[in-house]
Structures are given as structure tokens and as C-alpha cells.
């Protein structure tokens, strides 16, 4: 199988799949100019969770501290691959259960890096230097990136997929970090490479993208990597979808596709992985896309981690509608906006002034009436099939949204809820402006609690029979102790020396009073 899915990735077709759609691109205003780095923010937001919140890192720094760049801040009392490093010098000013700040100085003040200037990399140099930078999947997840390819390494790993297709509208930022760093990504993979001991490696582009193609072509031609263009459509991104399109294996819900010979990761990833085994240098920053209508300039970014996102949009001239005053203004009098984090299909609202920079923010896009209309109310289904017409996974949208209105456990079960990836496509075809996705989110929340009572009762229903075991056999025990007669003393060589001396004694003084 694996040997087929080499043999489809050096093929010269277009990878495509089933299903999906193709929403209007709105990447051309952000691409016109470069990547730009950003000024150093006045200070820095940054998160002490990783990977989807599920782990928590312990602050190794203390409020009033002063720190240097990529020095570092927090690290996981279990695991020392994840780590958290100093985008900038400054102070140290508040610590909370899930965030850090830092007051910068201004002066950037680094700690010395010591890159790798040798030839001949070793593998371990590759996996300790990965582990010390605290590199994660910049793709969305954020899995920690040396325990992605440790996995994958026992598993022996086949295949590695660098990802670099952005399908949603306004996302451009792999786009324009392949445009201005090809060679820089492709060395990225070829670290990837060797540290998961893969025999192939393929780095898959959207057809669409005519500057990166060109651009990533040249440093290819000296490398054992090979370029493989997808259809440009939606989902093309996502990791099941994008094995399906490659290889033409399906990878189940239940399995890690490291566990069938697959190791993907995204292009901002290899170039961190870059980065920190060349340069030594620590993931302090990501490129980011900045984009919306009510902005002047939208760009992408080379952000560092921590930066306010209402500081990007300051940068870029936002302009909210109906105000006239200077971009920092506009931010001072409209604490009510709310802007989207991720893409627009797949992201997340949130308050402007709450959200900062993590290695996971691919976009932040700042709404208007025009892109972003208010959701109009919601009308009966009208059974047109639309929806499973541009489900990439083959599911039954409408039957699903019926159940999950029912909360029908079983058939959300049978009908394979667990497989939907929430990649908002059949919402966006739905002619009812049903929202679909968010019933499916809800009725997977519940499915999860649900799940999660189950196996608790069934714990304390073990715990409660343990002990009725227990309470049996210790009244067994005592009704058999109470019905046992008492036990004669245990023979003893010392007491029956004992004896045997005290009867010696009585005799003797019988006998000594006889002859008196």
C-alpha cells in the first residue's frame, strides 16, 4: 500500500477529491506587498497553553524579572520539549494561570544562539534542537512538533508531507512564506526528512499559487523533495483530506496517520525546524496574515509571538465603518469589534482586544457589513442535497442535522458524526442558511460529555463493587475467626525447656522435704 501511495506522489496528475468548494479568493490586496517584520510591541500576551489547551506550562520566571531574548519563560514540568522563549528583552509584569506578560525595553537584548555549522547533521541533532526550540504545528493544531516525529519515527514513518495549501479566503500566509523563503522551507523538509527517517517527501501547493510554485522550483531541483500541485478547492488543507488526495489511502478517524507510514506537516513548521537546527533559534515568531476590508494595507506579517492583534490592525490602517479618526482611535472607541482568528470558514470570532499572536494564528481578518453579513434567520431544510454534495468526507449532512436536533445518540453514531472535520462547507452551500456546523459542534460536545459520564459510572460502579468484594471477604473472615475454638499454644523448644526445668524444681523440693 505504501509503495502505491510513493508511486501516486511522483504522478504528474492534479490531486483532487470528492466534494468540497470553491469560495472567491480574497488573498490579491495582502499579497501585493512582502512579508514585513513587525516593530517590537510595547509588550507581550503570551499563552502558558499549548495544543488545543490541553497542556499547561509552569512559569520558570517570577513578576519584576528581567529577561532577554530567546531566553526561557516556561517549560512543562513533564516534559521537557515544551518550552516557551523570550521574543524580545523587557520585564516580566503580570503572571496568570494561562498567560505571561512581558513589558518590552525596546533594546531587544538576545541571549547568544549557537546554530549548527557542520556538514553532516545527525538525527538526535535535529530531534534536540527541534525539542529546545518548543516548535509546534503552525498549521492549526499545534501538536509539539519533536513528539509528532518521534511518533512517527517508531512507526516508520514512509512518507513526509509538507502542507502549503491554503484554501480559505484571505489566508495567503504560507503563500507569501514559500513566495520569499522557499529555499529556506525545503531545507525545513529536508530536516524533516532525515529526523523521521522517511523515504519520500512531497511538498503540496494549491495550483493557484503561481509566485510560490515558481519560487519553490529552483531550490527543489537539488533536493530529494518533489512538488505535488492540488486542486484548488476547499478543503484541500486539511490533513485526512490531503492524504486522500495524495496517496488515494483513507486514514481512519481512530488511527494517527504517523501509524500508516504518513508524517505531515505544515510549511511554516519546516521553516522553524530551519530556523532552529541551522540557526539555533528558538520559535519566537511566525508570519501572519492581516487582512479585511476595513484595512488600508493588508499584509502579511512576520509577527512575534505575544504581539496584540490590535496592534496588527493598527499597522495595516484599520478603518472601522463610520469613524474618521486615526487608526488608533479607531481602536480606542471600538471595544465592541470583533475579529476573526484562523479563516473565515474555519475560525473563531473574538474581542480584538483580547487576543494576541500564538504559533498556531495562520490570519486575523477584521469584518465588514459586505464580507461578513449579519446571519439572516434561519429557514426549514428543503432537501436539496447540496450539503452532501460538497462534504469532502462523504457524510449526510441533512440526516445528521436531523438526529443532532433529536440528539438521536445511535444514529449520530452510526451516521458518522466523529468523521466530520467542521470544515463549514456544507453551511456555506446550504440555500437555508441552516448552520449546520455549529449543530454538528454541539451534538459532538454533548456525544463527548456523554461519553465522558459513561466511563465515569462505570469507574465508580467498579470502585463500588471492589469494595462489596472487599466488606464480603473481611465479614467472611470474621464470622470464621468467631466459629474457630481457641488454638492451643503453639509448641515452643523454649518453653518446654521451661517446663521441664520448673517440674525438675518441683521435684527436688518434694524430695528434699521428704528427707527433713
Not at 168 to 197: H, N, T
Amino acid at each position: 500500500m505504501l509503495s502505491q501511495a510513493v508511486r501516486w506522489l511522483t504522478e504528474g496528475r492534479l490531486a483532487s477529491f470528492s466534494g468540497g468548494i470553491r469560495p472567491p479568493k480574497q488573498t490579491q490586496r495582502t499579497l501585493r506587498s512582502r512579508v514585513m517584520a513587525t516593530p517590537i510591541p510595547e509588550r507581550l500576551i503570551m499563552p502558558l497553553t499549548i495544543y488545543r489547551k490541553q497542556e499547561r506550562l509552569t512559569p520558570a520566571v517570577r513578576i519584576g524579572e528581567a529577561v532577554r531574548k530567546y531566553q526561557c519563560l516556561a517549560t512543562h514540568l513533564q516534559d521537557p520539549d515544551l518550552i516557551l522563549h523570550a521574543p524580545t528583552s523587557g520585564m516580566i509584569t503580570a503572571i496568570t494561570r494561562d498567560v505571561l506578560e512581558i513589558q518590552s525595553d525596546g533594546l531587544d537584548q538576545a541571549l547568544i544562539l549557537c546554530g549548527n555549522t557542520t556538514e553532516k547533521i545527525t538525527q538526535a541533532d535535529i530531534l534536540q534542537s527541534i525539542g529546545r526550540a518548543g516548535i509546534v504545528g503552525q498549521g492549526g493544531a499545534g501538536y509539539p512538533t519533536v513528539k509528532k516525529i518521534r511518533l512517527a519515527a517508531s512507526a516508520g514513518v514512509k512518507v513526509l508531507i509538507v502542507n502549503a495549501a491554503e484554501c480559505e479566503p484571505f489566508v495567503c500566509c504560507d503563500e507569501a512564506l514559500i513566495r520569499e523563503f522557499a529555499d529556506q522551507v525545503v531545507k525545513g523538509a529536508e530536516y524533516l526528512m532525515q529526523a523521521s527517517a522517511a523515504d519520500a517527501g512531497v511538498i503540496a501547493i494549491e495550483s493557484d499559487k503561481h509566485e510560490a510554485i515558481a519560487a519553490i522550483q529552483e531550490p527543489l531541483k537539488a533536493s530529494s523533495l518533489t512538488l505535488r500541485l492540488l486542486a484548488a478547492k476547499y478543503p484541500a488543507g486539511d490533513e485526512r483530506i490531503l492524504i486522500k488526495s495524495l496517496t488515494g489511502q483513507e486514514i481512519p478517524d481512530s488511527a494517527n496517520p504517523a501509524e500508516r507510514g504518513i508524517l505531515v506537516q505544515n510549511a511554516g513548521t519546516a521553516k522553524a525546524v530551519f530556523d532552529a537546527v541551522k540557526l539555533g533559534q528558538p520559535s519566537i515568531s511566525r508570519i501572519v496574515t492581516v487582512a479585511g476590508a476595513p484595512l488600508k494595507t493588508p499584509k502579511n506579517f512576520s509577527a512575534l509571538l505575544g504581539t496584540p492583534v490590535s496592534d496588527l490592525l493598527s499597522w495595516c490602517g484599520f478603518e472601522h465603518e463610520g469613524h474618521s479618526e486615526e487608526p488608533s482611535a479607531h481602536l480606542q472607541h471600538t471595544d465592541h469589534l470583533k475579529i476573526i482568528v484562523g479563516g473565515p470558514l474555519t475560525g473563531r470570532r473574538a474581542d480584538m482586544f483580547c487576543e494576541s499572536v500564538q504559533q498556531t494564528t495562520t490570519c486575523v481578518i477584521a469584518t465588514d457589513k459586505i464580507n461578513f453579513p449579519a446571519s439572516g434567520p434561519e429557514h426549514a431544510c428543503i432537501r436539496c442535497g447540496f450539503c452532501a454534495e460538497a462534504c469532502p468526507v462523504r457524510l449526510l449532512p441533512q440526516q445528521l442535522l436531523l438526529h443532532s436536533r433529536n440528539f438521536d445518540e445511535h444514529n449520530l453514531n452510526s451516521h458518522g458524526l466523529h468523521s466530520c472535520i467542521e470544515c463549514g462547507a456544507c453551511a456555506y452551500v446550504c440555500p437555508s442558511k441552516i448552520p449546520l456546523v455549529q449543530h454538528f459542534r454541539q451534538s459532538k460536545e454533548i456525544l463527548r460529555d456523554s461519553a465522558a459520564e459513561r466511563s465515569e459510572s462505570q469507574l465508580r460502579q467498579a470502585r463500588y463493587r471492589h469494595w462489596q468484594t472487599r466488606q464480603g471477604r473481611t465479614a467472611r473472615r470474621q464470622v470464621k475467626q468467631a466459629a474457630e475454638p481457641e488454638r492451643e499454644t503453639p509448641f515452643s523448644r523454649e518453653n518446654a525447656r521451661s517446663e521441664i526445668a520448673e517440674a525438675v524444681a518441683r521435684v527436688k523440693e518434694k524430695k528434699s522435704g521428704k528427707r527433713q
